[in-house]
Protein backbone atom coordinates (compact mmCIF):
# COMPACT_ATOMS: atom_id res chain seq x y z
CA UNK A 1 0.00 0.00 0.00
CA UNK A 2 1.29 3.47 -0.81
CA UNK A 3 0.99 6.33 1.29
CA UNK A 4 -1.76 7.80 -0.95
CA UNK A 5 -3.91 4.82 -0.83
CA UNK A 6 -3.00 4.53 3.53
CA UNK A 7 -5.90 5.95 5.92
CA UNK A 8 -5.03 4.82 9.08
CA UNK A 9 -1.80 3.71 10.10
CA UNK A 10 -0.79 2.04 13.68
CA UNK A 11 3.15 1.80 13.89
CA UNK A 12 4.31 -0.06 16.64
CA UNK A 13 1.42 0.63 19.11
CA UNK A 14 1.65 -0.53 22.51
CA UNK A 15 -0.68 0.01 25.88
CA UNK A 16 -0.18 -1.49 28.83
CA UNK A 17 -3.28 -1.89 31.37
CA UNK A 18 -1.21 -2.49 35.13
CA UNK A 19 2.08 -3.77 33.38
CA UNK A 20 -0.31 -6.36 31.34
CA UNK A 21 0.19 -5.77 27.47
CA UNK A 22 -3.00 -5.67 26.38
CA UNK A 23 -1.54 -3.85 22.71
CA UNK A 24 1.82 -4.75 22.39
CA UNK A 25 4.19 -3.00 19.59
CA UNK A 26 0.90 -3.39 17.01
CA UNK A 27 1.40 -2.52 13.48
CA UNK A 28 -0.80 -2.39 10.53
CA UNK A 29 -2.50 -0.40 7.92
CA UNK A 30 -5.77 0.08 6.36
CA UNK A 31 -6.73 1.60 2.92
CA UNK A 32 -8.79 4.74 2.00
CA UNK A 33 -11.77 2.66 0.53
CA UNK A 34 -10.58 -1.17 2.14
CA UNK A 35 -12.98 -3.19 4.38
CA UNK A 36 -11.11 -5.55 6.47
CA UNK A 37 -12.07 -7.53 9.05
CA UNK A 38 -10.64 -8.54 12.92
CA UNK A 39 -10.40 -11.22 14.53
CA UNK A 40 -8.92 -13.21 17.71
CA UNK A 41 -10.02 -14.84 20.41
CA UNK A 42 -11.18 -12.95 23.45
CA UNK A 43 -8.65 -10.64 25.31
CA UNK A 44 -6.42 -10.19 22.05
CA UNK A 45 -6.63 -6.41 22.21
CA UNK A 46 -9.47 -6.06 19.46
CA UNK A 47 -11.81 -3.30 21.06
CA UNK A 48 -8.94 -1.54 22.71
CA UNK A 49 -6.96 -1.17 19.64
CA UNK A 50 -10.81 0.61 18.50
CA UNK A 51 -10.36 2.79 21.49
CA UNK A 52 -6.65 3.64 20.68
CA UNK A 53 -8.06 4.71 17.28
CA UNK A 54 -11.12 6.76 18.59
CA UNK A 55 -8.92 8.68 21.37
CA UNK A 56 -10.73 6.93 24.15
CA UNK A 57 -7.46 5.14 25.15
CA UNK A 58 -3.97 6.63 24.83
CA UNK A 59 -0.73 4.37 23.86
CA UNK A 60 1.90 4.62 25.67
CA UNK A 61 4.43 4.49 22.63
CA UNK A 62 4.00 4.49 18.76
CA UNK A 63 2.14 6.43 16.30
CA UNK A 64 -1.32 6.30 14.97
CA UNK A 65 -1.22 7.84 11.47
CA UNK A 66 -4.18 8.79 9.76
CA UNK A 67 -5.70 10.65 6.97
CA UNK A 68 -4.06 12.62 3.99
CA UNK A 69 -1.52 14.51 6.11
CA UNK A 70 -0.24 10.96 8.33
CA UNK A 71 -1.57 13.33 11.92
CA UNK A 72 -1.05 11.29 14.70
CA UNK A 73 -4.67 10.77 16.25
CA UNK A 74 -2.81 10.75 20.05
CA UNK A 75 -2.48 14.23 19.91
CA UNK A 76 -6.23 15.02 19.20
CA UNK A 77 -9.47 14.52 21.78
CA UNK A 78 -11.80 12.10 20.79
CA UNK A 79 -14.50 14.51 19.52
CA UNK A 80 -11.85 15.95 17.14
CA UNK A 81 -10.82 12.48 16.31
CA UNK A 82 -14.35 12.30 15.12
CA UNK A 83 -14.81 15.39 13.80
CA UNK A 84 -11.93 13.93 11.48
CA UNK A 85 -14.34 11.29 10.09
CA UNK A 86 -13.31 8.41 12.21
CA UNK A 87 -16.97 7.16 12.93
CA UNK A 88 -17.47 4.15 15.69
CA UNK A 89 -20.17 1.74 16.20
CA UNK A 90 -20.12 0.03 19.77
CA UNK A 91 -21.72 -3.19 20.61
CA UNK A 92 -25.33 -1.56 22.31
CA UNK A 93 -27.07 0.36 19.96
CA UNK A 94 -27.43 4.08 20.98
CA UNK A 95 -30.29 4.92 19.01
CA UNK A 96 -32.97 7.92 20.44
CA UNK A 97 -35.39 4.79 21.77
CA UNK A 98 -38.59 7.36 21.89
CA UNK A 99 -37.62 9.13 18.55
CA UNK A 100 -38.89 7.55 14.89
CA UNK A 101 -36.12 6.22 12.65
CA UNK A 102 -36.90 9.37 10.22
CA UNK A 103 -36.32 11.64 13.18
CA UNK A 104 -33.09 9.48 14.34
CA UNK A 105 -31.26 9.62 10.54
CA UNK A 106 -32.31 13.38 10.36
CA UNK A 107 -30.72 14.18 14.12
CA UNK A 108 -27.48 12.69 12.74
CA UNK A 109 -27.43 14.19 10.08
CA UNK A 110 -27.21 17.54 11.68
CA UNK A 111 -24.61 16.21 13.69
CA UNK A 112 -26.00 17.18 16.31
CA UNK A 113 -27.15 15.94 19.86
CA UNK A 114 -29.38 18.18 20.44
CA UNK A 115 -32.95 16.52 19.53
CA UNK A 116 -35.17 19.39 20.05
CA UNK A 117 -33.71 21.82 17.81
CA UNK A 118 -33.62 19.29 14.77
CA UNK A 119 -37.56 18.35 15.65
CA UNK A 120 -38.87 22.42 16.13
CA UNK A 121 -36.61 23.61 13.04
CA UNK A 122 -38.11 22.54 9.67
CA UNK A 123 -35.99 19.95 8.16
CA UNK A 124 -35.19 21.04 4.54
CA UNK A 125 -36.28 18.81 1.14
CA UNK A 126 -32.68 18.03 0.59
CA UNK A 127 -32.07 16.47 4.66
CA UNK A 128 -35.30 14.13 4.05
CA UNK A 129 -33.88 13.10 0.61
CA UNK A 130 -30.80 12.30 2.35
CA UNK A 131 -32.71 10.48 5.07
CA UNK A 132 -34.26 8.47 2.08
CA UNK A 133 -31.03 7.38 1.22
CA UNK A 134 -29.17 6.70 4.20
CA UNK A 135 -32.97 4.16 5.04
CA UNK A 136 -32.62 2.76 1.64
CA UNK A 137 -29.05 1.62 2.43
CA UNK A 138 -29.56 0.40 5.60
CA UNK A 139 -33.28 -1.47 4.61
CA UNK A 140 -35.06 0.65 7.23
CA UNK A 141 -37.75 2.31 4.39
CA UNK A 142 -40.35 0.65 5.42
CA UNK A 143 -39.73 1.86 9.03
CA UNK A 144 -39.03 5.30 9.01
CA UNK A 145 -41.96 6.27 10.88
CA UNK A 146 -41.60 3.67 13.63
CA UNK A 147 -39.98 4.72 16.86
CA UNK A 148 -36.50 3.47 17.31
CA UNK A 149 -37.22 1.24 20.27
CA UNK A 150 -39.76 -0.79 18.45
CA UNK A 151 -37.50 -1.80 16.37
CA UNK A 152 -35.56 -5.65 16.09
CA UNK A 153 -32.27 -5.64 18.07
CA UNK A 154 -31.32 -6.27 14.22
CA UNK A 155 -33.30 -3.21 13.22
CA UNK A 156 -31.63 -0.90 15.55
CA UNK A 157 -28.06 -1.84 14.90
CA UNK A 158 -28.49 -1.25 11.26
CA UNK A 159 -30.22 2.12 12.47
CA UNK A 160 -26.96 3.02 14.48
CA UNK A 161 -25.18 2.25 11.31
CA UNK A 162 -27.27 4.76 9.30
CA UNK A 163 -26.85 7.29 11.76
CA UNK A 164 -22.99 6.69 11.13
CA UNK A 165 -22.97 7.23 7.76
CA UNK A 166 -24.96 10.11 7.54
CA UNK A 167 -22.02 11.97 9.39
CA UNK A 168 -20.15 10.63 6.45
CA UNK A 169 -16.91 9.19 8.18
CA UNK A 170 -13.85 8.57 6.21
CA UNK A 171 -13.29 5.62 8.63
CA UNK A 172 -15.98 3.26 10.46
CA UNK A 173 -15.29 0.92 13.31
CA UNK A 174 -17.67 -1.86 13.90
CA UNK A 175 -16.95 -3.89 17.14
CA UNK A 176 -19.29 -7.20 16.67
CA UNK A 177 -21.91 -6.30 14.73
CA UNK A 178 -23.45 -9.94 14.21
CA UNK A 179 -23.87 -10.51 18.22
CA UNK A 180 -27.36 -11.11 18.93
CA UNK A 181 -28.70 -11.11 15.34
CA UNK A 182 -31.06 -13.50 13.10
CA UNK A 183 -28.83 -15.59 10.26
CA UNK A 184 -30.90 -13.59 8.15
CA UNK A 185 -29.91 -10.13 9.83
CA UNK A 186 -26.43 -11.15 9.78
CA UNK A 187 -26.46 -11.60 5.67
CA UNK A 188 -28.32 -8.21 5.78
CA UNK A 189 -25.36 -6.35 7.83
CA UNK A 190 -22.52 -7.97 5.42
CA UNK A 191 -24.38 -6.52 2.34
CA UNK A 192 -24.40 -3.33 4.59
CA UNK A 193 -21.07 -3.06 5.31
CA UNK A 194 -20.07 -4.04 2.23
CA UNK A 195 -22.03 -1.39 0.49
CA UNK A 196 -20.57 0.90 3.01
CA UNK A 197 -16.75 -0.03 2.63
CA UNK A 198 -17.16 1.57 -1.16
CA UNK A 199 -17.27 4.78 0.15
CA UNK A 200 -15.35 4.43 3.20
CA UNK A 201 -12.87 2.38 4.75
CA UNK A 202 -14.66 -0.19 7.20
CA UNK A 203 -12.90 -1.93 10.06
CA UNK A 204 -15.37 -4.70 11.55
CA UNK A 205 -14.26 -7.42 14.46
CA UNK A 206 -16.37 -10.24 14.49
CA UNK A 207 -15.73 -13.61 16.08
CA UNK A 208 -18.85 -15.17 14.05
CA UNK A 209 -16.45 -16.63 11.01
CA UNK A 210 -19.72 -17.49 8.31
CA UNK A 211 -19.78 -13.39 8.90
CA UNK A 212 -16.27 -12.93 7.77
CA UNK A 213 -16.15 -14.94 5.27
CA UNK A 214 -19.10 -13.64 3.73
CA UNK A 215 -17.05 -10.50 3.98
CA UNK A 216 -14.87 -11.40 1.53
CA UNK A 217 -12.17 -9.36 2.41
CA UNK A 218 -8.75 -9.14 3.85
CA UNK A 219 -8.61 -10.94 7.18
CA UNK A 220 -5.92 -9.61 10.25
CA UNK A 221 -5.88 -12.02 13.00
CA UNK A 222 -4.82 -10.29 16.51
CA UNK A 223 -3.43 -11.75 19.47
CA UNK A 224 -1.51 -10.80 22.38
CA UNK A 225 -1.91 -7.15 21.10
CA UNK A 226 -0.23 -7.92 18.15
CA UNK A 227 -0.45 -9.13 14.45
CA UNK A 228 -0.61 -12.91 13.89
CA UNK A 229 -1.49 -12.98 10.60
CA UNK A 230 -2.97 -11.53 7.88
CA UNK A 231 -5.09 -11.93 4.40
CA UNK A 232 -7.89 -13.97 3.03
CA UNK A 233 -10.01 -15.66 5.20
CA UNK A 234 -8.55 -19.22 3.48
CA UNK A 235 -5.28 -17.82 4.22
CA UNK A 236 -5.71 -17.35 8.11
CA UNK A 237 -7.67 -20.40 8.88
CA UNK A 238 -4.64 -22.63 7.68
CA UNK A 239 -2.13 -20.41 9.61
CA UNK A 240 -0.36 -23.11 11.70
CA UNK A 241 -0.15 -20.38 14.56
CA UNK A 242 -4.01 -19.04 14.13
CA UNK A 243 -5.20 -22.71 14.51
CA UNK A 244 -3.29 -23.21 17.67
CA UNK A 245 -4.17 -19.76 19.17
CA UNK A 246 -7.46 -19.11 18.43
CA UNK A 247 -9.31 -21.89 15.94
CA UNK A 248 -7.87 -25.04 18.01
CA UNK A 249 -8.84 -23.32 21.25
N1 LIG B 1 -9.58 -0.26 30.67
C1 LIG B 1 -8.96 -1.42 30.91
N2 LIG B 1 -8.35 -1.66 32.10
C2 LIG B 1 -7.72 -2.81 32.35
N3 LIG B 1 -7.61 -3.82 31.47
C3 LIG B 1 -8.19 -3.66 30.26
C4 LIG B 1 -8.90 -2.47 29.92
N4 LIG B 1 -9.37 -2.60 28.66
C5 LIG B 1 -8.97 -3.83 28.23
N5 LIG B 1 -8.26 -4.46 29.20
C6 LIG B 1 -7.64 -5.78 29.08
O1 LIG B 1 -6.92 -5.79 27.86
C7 LIG B 1 -7.04 -7.05 27.21
C8 LIG B 1 -7.60 -6.85 25.81
O2 LIG B 1 -8.97 -6.56 25.92
P1 LIG B 1 -9.92 -6.24 24.69
O3 LIG B 1 -11.22 -5.88 25.26
O4 LIG B 1 -9.26 -5.27 23.81
O5 LIG B 1 -9.97 -7.66 23.97
P2 LIG B 1 -10.88 -8.11 22.74
O6 LIG B 1 -9.95 -8.66 21.73
O7 LIG B 1 -11.79 -7.02 22.34
O8 LIG B 1 -11.70 -9.31 23.41
P3 LIG B 1 -13.21 -9.80 23.16
O9 LIG B 1 -13.16 -10.69 21.95
O10 LIG B 1 -13.52 -10.57 24.38
O11 LIG B 1 -14.07 -8.61 22.98
C9 LIG B 1 -7.91 -7.91 28.10
O12 LIG B 1 -7.06 -8.71 28.88
C10 LIG B 1 -8.65 -6.90 28.95
O13 LIG B 1 -8.97 -7.45 30.20
MG1 LIG C 1 -13.85 -6.77 22.32
Given amino acids: MTRAETLLELDKVSVSFDGFKAIN????????????AIIGPNGAGKTTMMDIITG?????SG???YGDHAIDLQNLSESAIAQAGIGRKFQ??????NQTVLENLTLALHNDRSPLKVLFNKTTEMDRRRVDTLADEVGLTDH????????????????????????EPRLLLVDEPAAGMTPQ??????DMLKRAAKTCAVVVVEHDMEFVRRLDCRVTVLHEGSVLAEGSIDHVIQDRQVIEVYLGR
Fill in 25 to 36: ELSFAIGSAELR
Fill in 92 to 97: RPTVFE
Fill in 185 to 190: EREHTT
Fill in 63 to 65: QVK
Fill in 56 to 60: KTRAD
Fill in 144 to 167: LHRTAGELSHGQKQWLEIGMLLAQ
